[in-house]
């Protein structure tokens, strides 16, 4: 996993696509919020958004 992140900072680097880290940061937290939140209480409202 590790040797991912460091492979993907080094492409970030030597490629400039600076513009990836707010979207692929966005991705990662909507992932979270759809893992974290789908057994519970919150779920039924998270609906109308996904």
Do not use: G, H
């Amino acid at each position: 996993m590790w040797d991912l992140i460091k492979e993907f900072s080094r492409f970030l680097r030597q490629e400039k696509k600076w513009w990836l880290i707010p979207l692929v940061v966005t991705l990662i937290l909507l992932a979270a919020l759809v893992v974290l939140s789908s057994s519970s209480a919150v779920a039924p409202f998270l609906y109308p958004f996904l």
